[in-house]
């Protein structure tokens, strides 16, 4: 009779396994599903924000400011906004992309090569420091990943968005 119980009670053990394992998995799934519905959500909220900033870009001035920038001559006061807003609107996607790297959603590689733009950007051009320095909206981890890959602008960076 022993085993009879025995038998009874690692059956039940196996079924309560079964079931434990089964809610754990659909919590997963639940939550991979908020991660991609969380990682549109952001993705749309940054498309808005940069259509907005194109309102204002002037694609003309920004190449002038281009080329009066290789050969080394001053800019004007319009066209180092443009060349700044060009760094705002570049941070924005890169933020994007930073937070879809961190759920998965975009290869190693990908995001690596943005992540080499960011540093080469943020140490050899005084107007990506400044787009940097003044933009906001920034997803913390971005901001903290631009801390660790750029440690002489972390007293100066951007402060991450309430989200």
């Known amino acids: 009779?022993?085993?009879?119980y025995r038998a009874r009670w690692i059956g039940q053990m196996f079924a309560a396994a079964g079931v434990i394992l089964s809610l754990s998995l659909v919590a997963y799934?639940?939550?991979?599903?908020?991660?991609?519905?969380?990682?549109?959500?952001?993705?749309?909220?940054t498309t808005l924000n940069v259509?907005?900033?194109?309102?204002?870009?002037?694609?003309?001035?920004?190449?002038?400011?281009?080329a009066l920038q290789a050969s080394g001559e001053e800019l004007s006061m319009k066209q180092e906004m443009i060349t700044v807003l060009a760094y705002d609107i570049a941070f924005?996607?890169?933020?994007?992309?930073?937070?879809?790297?961190?759920?998965?959603?975009v290869p190693d590689d990908e995001w690596h090569a943005a992540r080499?733009?960011?540093?080469s950007r943020l140490r050899d051009d005084?107007?990506?420091r400044k787009a940097w320095i003044e933009g906001d909206g920034y997803r913390e981890g971005f901001v903290e990943q631009v801390r660790i890959l750029v440690p002489e602008l972390s007293n100066?960076?951007?402060q991450p968005s309430s989200q």
């Open 92 to 105: 924005l996607t890169m933020d994007s992309l930073y937070y879809q790297w961190e759920l998965g959603l």
């Open 29 to 45: 799934e639940m939550k991979l599903a908020r991660d991609l519905a969380m990682a549109d959500l952001y993705q749309q909220r």
């Open 51 to 66: 259509e907005i900033a194109l309102a204002f870009f002037d694609r003309d001035e920004f190449h002038r400011a281009l």
């Open 116 to 119: 080499a733009t960011i540093i």
């Open 1 to 4: 009779m022993l085993d009879k």
């Open 126 to 128: 005084t107007r990506a």
């Open 156 to 158: 100066q960076v951007a």
